[in-house]
């Protein structure tokens, strides 16, 4: 996607295409569902009959507010659950996954927590927005593939994992070239050519 | 343009990594072995926390695009509503405007 075609696509008006009849009485995951898109998609979930919907939250009372409103614009009350998840911490993320485990079902893992800094720091072995954004991510998703496979199995469905992505991943040249395309991983990993 | 862009530190890279790391999923992974699919949705420019932790110059650059033309929250979760029921020909697809794109 070009950058006019991402700015043009910004005045789409855009449908909402969940209903009662296709997650109604499923189970989600939002990650990151206190705030920003990932409230919005956890209130979306709510309005469309969702059964069980958890948002993950770093602070456990960000996210009982979140739950708040929800229930408030919703009317639809103990449908939302907050968990605690930092995706900063592995320990945090292997956590999340054995509780998750232990569901009935999961229907789709939607990966929406993510962060934007320029604070270096290494955290988990990689610059902060590498752990957070992309490695932490994937390891929810591993980690809990056995248990979307069984809800596929069990229930005869198709469970889904959504990254939460972005347009700026088709619009970073600039950035690869700071430190060449072979590996981002250790070049981001330099504070020196990370700041540059 | 391209400048606001390359002042955005880490974000666009490691959003570039995710998205590197959903084809390979993809192809390891596919939806006839797991019955699970995998995408990835792009929400747009939207008014959010997202910049909070950068810097006073950043999210002046960040304020000032999304005063021209951000989605709200609301419509920007629209996008990840469509990840969720998208089908099999979504697994590894970058999604975007409620539509498959690349």
């Known amino acids: 996607m070009s950058q006019f075609q991402i700015i043009g696509e910004q005045y789409k008006k855009l449908p909402v295409l969940i209903n009662s009849a296709n997650v109604g009485g499923k189970t989600y995951i939002v990650t990151g569902g206190n705030t920003g898109i990932g409230l919005e998609t956890a209130r979306h979930l709510v309005k469309a009959d969702a059964g069980l919907v958890i948002i993950s939250s770093r602070k456990v009372s960000s996210g009982e507010a979140a739950k708040a409103d929800i229930e408030s614009t919703t009317g ?5 659950q907050v968990w605690q998840l930092d995706l900063t911490s592995f ?6 996954a054995a509780k998750a485990s232990g569901l009935e079902r999961i229907d789709a893992l939607i990966e929406n927590a993510g962060v934007m800094t320029d604070k270096f720091a ?5 610059e902060t927005s590498m752990t ?3 490695v932490s991510p994937f390891l929810l998703a591993a980690l809990l593939m056995p248990k979307l496979q069984e809800t596929a199995q069990q ?3 198709t469970p889904r994992i959504v990254m939460v992505g972005s347009a700026l991943a088709l619009q970073a040249n600039k950035e690869l070239e700071k430190g060449g395309s072979k590996n981002i991983f250790a070049n981001l990993n330099d504070a020196k050519v990370a700041d540059r | 343009m391209n400048q606001w862009l390359t002042r955005l530190s880490s974000y666009p890279l490691t959003k ?6 959903l084809r390979e999923w993809a192809t390891r992974y596919p939806v006839e072995k797991t019955n699970v699919i995998m995408n990835m949705t792009a929400p747009g420019v939207c008014s959010t926390g997202l ?9 002046a650059l960040i304020g000032t695009i999304r005063f021209i033309f951000a989605r709200t929250p609301e419509e920007g979760s629209r996008t990840t509503v469509h990840g969720v029921i998208a089908g099999s020909d979504s697994h590894g697809k970058f999604l975007s405007g409620c539509q498959i794109k690349e």
């Open chain 1, 122 to 126: 290494i955290v988990e072995g990689n």
């Open chain 1, 91 to 96: 320990a945090s993320v292997k956590a999340f």
């Open chain 1, 132 to 134: 957070v954004n992309v």
């Open chain 2, 16 to 21: 570039l990594v995710q998205l590197y790391a």
């Open chain 1, 155 to 157: 229930f005869s469905t």
């Open chain 1, 76 to 80: 639809r009350k103990n449908v939302v």
């Open chain 2, 51 to 59: 910049a909070r932790d950068t810097n006073a110059r950043t999210r």
